[in-house]
């Protein structure tokens, strides 16, 4: 429709009827820019606005959200939920963090921590402007080893490596790589401009994927995406997916996985 058909103000567009959309929802994946994903409050959290990216009501098997959380807003008391483990890493400004009895830690931006099952999470912004904080939960598939153990970190004790032998490839594990004990990853995943994925994969894990810095076209199934930073994409087991750096500087991306349990 061309936009004058529609009578609006001068200089007024109506989003989406006459531009483009970047979202896009799938039976195997989800593409979801940040202006799309509306405010939701939460009963445990206080001064706080939740954004849902993925659910089980978009054929995710975890939760992943970003925590808009304002001075002195946050936890109403340490939330758990049995069998259930969390995982938060700090978008931007910062929290005060607690995971069962551990001390309490000042986490800033890149600063994460993880609960396991059933153990309680508290979260409180003791600072000056909102913090954002990317959360996520997973039903723990508990096998015959004791759960992992509570972890409050910074990316910048993780070490950046690269298994690939392709230059200007980088990962950084921020649970402890190969442990069986945890049942999904998160990592950090870095691109210098001209890498990709030595091939197109499509297996069975399932990704989040919330973008970091950069941008970049990501191919989900048989279409290609451009992404920015803070676009999510979920992505269901099987997706067939690709990525390529397409700005001057590198592109960096956080991506869940779970891994180490068996299928029948
Ligand atoms: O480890 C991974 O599955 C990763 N290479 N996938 C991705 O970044 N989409
Ligand atoms: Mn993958």
Redesign the pocket.
């Known amino acids: 429709m061309h936009p004058h058909a529609l009578n609006l103000p001068q200089g007024r567009m109506l989003p989406g009827a006459v531009g483009h959309n970047r979202g896009v929802v799938r039976p195997n994946y989800a593409f979801l820019p940040p202006e799309g994903v509306l405010k939701s409050r939460l009963p445990h959290y206080e001064a706080t606005a939740a954004r849902f990216l993925a659910a089980p009501a978009l054929g995710a098997r975890f939760a992943q959200f970003v925590l808009e959380i304002e001075p002195g807003g946050g936890t109403r008391a340490p939330t758990a939920e049995p069998g259930i483990q969390q995982f938060h890493y700090v978008l931007s400004g910062s929290v005060v963090a607690q995971v069962g009895d551990s001390a309490a830690a000042e986490l800033t931006a890149g600063g994460f921590l993880y609960a396991p099952p059933g153990v309680p999470v508290s979260l409180r912004n003791q600072g000056s402007r909102q913090a954002r904080v990317l959360g996520l939960r997973k039903r723990y598939e508990s096998i015959g080893l004791p759960p992992p153990q509570p972890i409050l970190s910074h990316q910048d004790q993780v070490p950046r490596t690269n298994h690939t032998g392709l230059e200007g490839r980088g990962f950084q594990h921020l649970l402890p790589f190969g442990d069986l004990a945890f049942d999904f990853?998160m990592?950090l995943?870095w691109f210098a401009p001209g890498t990709f994925?030595p091939a197109i994969?499509t297996?069975i894990?399932e990704?989040g994927?919330y973008m970091l810095h950069g941008q970049g076209l990501y191919l989900l199934g048989t279409e290609w995406h451009e992404i920015w930073a803070e676009d999510f994409i979920w992505?269901g087991a099987y997706c067939p997916?690709?990525?390529y750096p397409t700005g001057p500087d590198e592109a960096a991306?956080l991506?869940y996985?779970d891994v180490n349990r068996d299928v029948a």
């Open positions: 990853e990592n995943m994925f994969e297996h894990m990704h994927l992505m997916q690709q990525f991306y991506l996985k």
